[in-house]
């Protein structure tokens, strides 16, 4: 099976003109090859040589010109019904081009055209049976109707009706696809403003912090000089988070946004709220903390409690969870925060993503064997690499 597929797909690929005229040839040698071996000789033979010369010709035209195509071959046909019963008997190629030129009229061909050819060409074939050597009833009609002419023609119908249909669900498979491409885009674009409008916050609260802490030092320097160092020293480590935020900022397009939040910025000291909000909202969450709570960078701290959020939001919208756990663990190096539920939908998380590859970190989302969905994102404490 898996070789006839291979066949088949390489076939499929073969230009179409190249594929009929490799048909037309072959019908034609291998009609030559029977009249060879036939009896008959003279003028009955000769004709039967260029009735089979024009079947060829006939199928290399059934999809550039398929009523032409069907007309030639049905010419032919009744064109061999009338030569020597010697050949006529002999020859089965005329019923294999006659078959393969239906079926190619209804594939190529629709509506008053295709009905207009399958007249004339039924026209011709029922005057081919009628004038034969041979006795012919109403059942020979009605079968060269229905087998000779409207089959084929049914079954090339059928056979476009599905490659249209086929067509028409590619194009709107490729039209989702770019759609939800746009979707993605915009959802990062959108995400990398809201991550450059907070940074904005937590540096201008460091920055502010720092001025606040200076003004100390200047004041406590001459009066208590140990007050004045620890007030420098806080100095010193304000500005480094904040230069660490800086770096990340820099690696961020954010466009100018009037509504720039003035509350304090969430963190996971807040998470037992966002907890109760999610359990008000229908989803009992369960949180648990592992390691000594300790001191995280701002930017850090941010992209932690949004990574809990987003989770939360998606199993509260799948409306399929019907309870969560979120799991914290301050390690020396990290902190790592992990959501479970035994629903929702974890995938497609691109501004969860962004934030956590904007800080150097890990992210893990998808569906666990046990049922249900995780998240789980790792964020080394020294934020953003440099």
Do not use: K, Y
């Given at each position: 099976m898996?070789?006839?597929?291979?066949?088949a797909a390489r076939a499929r690929r073969i230009d179409p003109w190249r594929l009929d005229?490799?048909?037309g040839l072959v019908v034609a040698v291998e009609g030559q090859l029977e009249l060879t071996l036939t009896s008959a000789t003279g003028g009955d033979l000769l004709a039967a040589r260029v009735v089979v010369a024009l079947l060829g010709a006939g199928l290399i035209l059934r999809r550039r010109a398929p009523v032409v195509s069907a007309l030639v071959v049905f010419a032919c046909y009744f064109a061999t019904s009338q030569l020597d019963a010697s050949i006529s008997e002999s020859l089965l190629l005329p019923f294999f081009a006659l078959f393969v030129s239906v079926y190619s009229l209804g594939r190529y061909v629709a509506g008053w055209r295709l009905a207009v050819a399958a007249l004339a060409v039924l026209g011709v074939a029922e005057t081919a049976v009628l004038v034969d050597d041979y006795d012919d009833d109403v059942g020979?009609?009605?079968?060269?109707a229905l087998v000779l002419v409207g089959a084929p023609i049914m079954v090339g119908r059928a056979v476009a009706q599905r490659a249209e249909l086929s067509r028409t669900l590619r194009v709107r498979a490729e039209q989702l696809e770019r759609e939800r491409s746009d979707r993605a885009e915009a959802a990062v674009l959108e995400e990398r403003t809201r991550i450059a409008g907070e940074l904005h916050d937590v540096i201008a609260h460091a920055l502010g912090a720092m001025v606040v802490q200076a003004s100390?030092?200047?004041?406590?320097?001459?009066?208590?000089p140990a007050r004045a160092g620890e007030a420098f020293a806080a100095i010193e480590a304000t500005g480094r988070d904040a230069l660490t935020e800086m770096r990340a900022l820099l690696g961020v397009l954010r466009r100018e946004d009037d509504g720039i939040a003035l509350d304090p910025q969430p963190s996971l000291t807040h998470l037992s709220t966002l907890v109760r909000r999610a359990s008000a909202a229908g989803l009992p969450v369960e949180l648990a903390v592992e390691g000594e709570r300790r001191a995280v960078p701002a930017g850090v701290d941010l992209v932690a409690y949004r990574v809990v959020q987003e989770a939360l939001g998606r199993a509260l919208d799948g409306g399929s969870a019907g309870r969560a756990v979120v799991r914290v663990r301050y390690d020396?190096?990290?902190v790592e925060v992990t959501v479970d539920d035994d629903g929702g939908d974890a995938r497609g998380l691109p501004g969860v993503?962004?934030?956590?590859?904007?800080y150097g970190g890990e992210l893990l989302a998808g569906r666990r064997r046990e049922g249900g969905h995780t998240v789980r994102v790792r964020l080394p404490l020294a934020g953003a690499p440099a």
């Open positions: 898996h070789r006839l597929a291979a066949l005229v490799a048909i020979n009609l009605v079968f060269t100390a030092a200047h004041r406590l320097a001459e009066r208590d020396a190096d990290a993503r962004e934030r956590v590859a904007l």
